[in-house]
């Protein structure tokens, strides 16, 4: 599957790119639909509108059927037909006409990047409004505008989709995704579509140590939707978790911690990206930005942290229509998937060892070493006998490889073959 | 008051700088009486000559009327009337004509400061002398002295005052001053003078989270008769103490930490000096000098350090004639005041808090955020909600300011506001 | 004993150099014969062939009374009399004739060094080899050549030595040197003859805080049998320990913790190091080659370092005919001797004390200090009043020496004369 995953990825974006996203209503709907073709065992939920959550009210739906700026000729100067970021998420439906000096304060525009509609929205506050490039604003002319939004906000109800991967132990591996913007790649198409990469990967994996929990969920109302529902099991049950999102460009490598910083998360991914990818920008748990708001806030306190491509709000591009399908590319998809595998590789073998015997085991009894002790001792054996040294029931593969410089795979593969010959075994800590 | 609190710090000093003060005697009471005068509830205590205090004893009472050395021709060519500082301190009564030679090991001055006459004091072991200028000191020619002082060793008491100014809590912070230098200004009137004034300052306040515990008292011996009848109090209420002294010139701010140097005060004290000093010295604990000796102790390990302009020891004027009236300037009291209030005025808000809501609150709900999300989040929401992710029950005010660069008096004014929506509780920890 | 130890070592091993020792066999017995004349008390222990030890057996004894290959004319063109090294260590017999073509898989020599025969051992896999310089194997002609190799393997015992130095305490110190390698130098005769001089030392001693372990072993398998009989009382008693080997060179000096790196052997040694060598070459745990690996494996854990000169595998005769007597030197066994004695000295004296007063004591009343101040208080008064105020009760000399700057002999000479006075006490930790 990898050697197309790019490709396959970024089909994906392409399908969904069109569809009007917002936290709530039918392109919400339509994007779980899609992934649940990919995944079948996506269970798609709803939650209903006034829903008490936390601090938090789960809001109306929002239903946008059409929108537009019609001059006094009848011509349509911004149409959300177009391009789905002219309308500001969340606004109330309008219908009225209005001179240029009283329309400009319900437009928004970037001066200094002319040709990016920005994207807005305003989920929690009752208000309206066009987003659209800076040089379509200033070809308007005074003159009176008939401003359409053909929007409604009703009872209605927020859907996410969650998919459990069971593997041996019930504990949890936790991949969380957001499908709440609308026509943007990277933040956010790259999260979703990598996050169902990884899942089918899962799936094709005959043997899993932890369980993986997959949420597909709109961003902020969602997470706290969702942990509002499941905060006790996840406290107790998850030992790893990432939020997965702008994962698909070529520009960056980023690794933003936990709130803690040095959980299982945090050390896996700087292991990985330390390892097996030449360089990469890490932020502080200071510029966070999204669902690790609500996954890391004190009394929830999830070890959960973010592995990216160009981090949000570090690219020009970030929240305008130009974060499109050319910024986002195959290769850039298939390095975040990339990262991500290698991640939970490494989550599924890091386990804690302690070597059986007291002293060194006789390697050549094991058939483990050469008799003849030369002047050279070779590099294996070497590797082989700080295993043994190092093996003292603390310390896990992660903080093993780091200590005596073996990467972690190679590292497993011996400490396997060991265990076969009764000269390790796995410590299980509470 | 802050605004001529140098010019009145340093007329208290003019008013004292005459009396000669030692460890016990007539000149510590008058001190003292003068510090009653600015503080009505300042309580003066007597402790008898021969009281055991821990490895100490209470030593006699020293009188001192007069002192000189006249020559052949009763000419006086040094006169304690003249400088106080003459007169080696605990000098035994003398009364008898030498040569110069015989004069010549009861003398002492500075050769490399031929204007300063040094302060020099000999409190337990009986002795005498005279200080001198190394310039008077070259003008005595051969001939006979006749030395006169004019003291007395005797049954008494030592003195020292006591000030507590209640709080809401009974946790103390302790503040200790000494009044046991003759004429010299930096060290030490400056200390007991910006301590008065802070007395006044702590006075004026309408609400004290802490009690304030202050102390004037004779340095060493003083420090050691105090705690001998307050140690198990102390240990048990102190959360922050600080030796004032050498606080009233120009040259410096510096920092000696207390043994432990992580303490409260330490923290508080780097706090301040951080933010609000362009520039500070920091010692060691290594080169204390003053009661810190006794709180520090092992066993004693009360939290003191001390916040200092020119140190002890550190400028060429201490322990002489020249640490004076000019040295201690009225802006060098001001700026000494300042920091130690600005200390004080921490300590008080420094508490710890906790989010209390799970996840971040909906600041939109609480009028505590502007709805409309835009591609530029403002810097104070930005600083609210790393209040909010951080505010985690176990890091005080002083770490989280540290840790999201918010500065406390700020941050304490924004969590008090969250506090009042319900959105922050305080922790009270053991 | 110091002025001349330097030549009674490097003369005991001149002695001892000739002997072909291996890990068993009578080469071991002649030499701890040799160190029990040195140190009566030495118990020298047997142990038979077939024993189990962990995860290994002990071998069978190797006797080896003749080996050399000889060409057709009868020319001995390899000879072990003349030096032991010329036989692969534990090679089985053989009487046969081989051309050169078959010969050459059993010979070993280094291209690059080649005046130096190699030190080659097969322990643990039966086998045979002859060892040569280089040079010697150039002028080798085809032909055929009669090897003969009069060895013997047979059921016998593996020796050790054991010497046990009682002290007032049952608490151990433990020094471990092997005597299983022939006719080479630094690695290793010079470990045995330093370990036979440091263990005379301690004879002389007329007080001995701690119990002295010491053993002459076999590398390896004997650490592994020591261990095997000894294991509970040494991870109960042991409070440091040192693999004493490499230690008679003048090239370096070397230091190599234990694995966990910060224990009392590492603390006391690094002290020494630090205090009294002006360099010396830090290695890690990652570089043990030695005993270290048994004494400091996972569930053994004993503190063990070394405390080397140029450490094995460091300099280019290692394991040749070149770390001979020229290598090693009586100045370079007298540094060695003196290290290791300080680094004891320092474990004698390194108590933990506490002040007995509460305060400073009153440094006067004890004639500890001159009554009178003056303006430069003396460095003696200055570590004394340091002394105090750091003996906490928790930091030992060791620590209290790097926090307050004087040398641990000196602090403890102060530390022992204020105990006299009443003012110290040890504080015995669990």
Tied chains: 1, 2, 3.
Aim: hydrophobic residues 35%; negative net charge.
């Amino acid at each position: 599957m990898d050697k197309d995953i790019g490709n396959i990825l970024h089909s994906w974006i392409e399908d969904l790119f069109p569809i009007c996203r917002s936290i709530t209503g039918p392109g919400v709907r339509e994007t779980l639909l899609y992934f649940k073709e990919i995944l079948p065992n996506l269970k798609i939920h709803s939650v209903p509108t006034g829903t008490k959550v936390f601090d938090w009210t789960v809001p109306k739906e929002w239903i946008i059927k059409d929108a537009y700026i019609e001059d006094e000729y009848g011509k349509k100067v911004v149409d959300f037909k177009n391009n789905n970021l002219h309308v500001v998420g969340y606004s109330e439906p309008v219908d009225r006409w209005l001179d240029l000096d009283s329309l400009d304060k319900y437009l928004h525009s970037l001066e200094d990047q002319p040709n990016a509609i920005p994207y807005i929205t305003s989920y929690y506050k009752k208000n309206w409004g066009f987003c659209l490039t800076h040089k379509q604003r200033e070809l308007l002319k005074n003159g009176l505008y008939h401003v359409v939004i053909d929007s409604e906000l009703k009872q209605g109800v927020l859907n996410y989709g969650e998919l459990i991967i069971k593997g041996e132990s019930d504990e949890e591996v936790f991949l969380s995704t957001y499908i709440c913007h609308p026509s943007m790649a990277n933040n956010e198409l790259s999260g979703p579509v990598v996050t169902a990469g990884i899942a089918q990967w899962l799936n094709t994996l005959t043997k899993r140590k932890y369980t993986y929990r997959i949420i597909f969920i709109p961003e902020t109302i969602g997470s706290i939707v969702y942990l509002s529902r499941h905060i006790d099991y996840l406290k107790t049950h998850t030992v790893a978790g990432f939020v997965v999102n702008c994962i698909g460009d070529e520009r960056a490598y980023s690794f933003m911690p936990s709130r803690s910083g040095d959980s299982l998360s945090d050390r896996a991914a700087l292991y990985a990206l330390n390892n097996y990818i030449e360089s990469f920008d890490v932020y502080s748990f200071l510029d966070r930005g999204s669902d690790e708001r609500q996954y890391c806030s004190p009394g929830v306190d999830l070890p959960v942290c973010s592995v990216m491509r160009s981090k949000y709000g570090t690219y020009p591009e970030y929240h305008t229509s130009l974060d499109n399908l050319e910024f986002v590319t195959p290769d850039g998809l298939k390095g975040g998937f990339f990262i991500l595998k290698e991640i939970i590789k490494i989550l599924e073998i890091n386990d804690t060892y302690q070597t059986t015997c007291l002293c060194e085991p006789q390697l050549g009894r094991h058939n483990l070493y050469p008799a003849v002790s030369t002047k050279n001792s070779t590099n294996e054996v070497y590797n082989m006998m700080n295993i043994f040294a190092y093996s003292d029931g603390e310390s896990d593969l992660l903080e093993l490889s780091n200590t005596i410089g073996v990467d972690i795979i190679t590292l497993h593969k011996m400490i396997i073959r060991y265990e076969e010959l009764g000269l390790m075994k796995k410590i299980i800590k509470d």
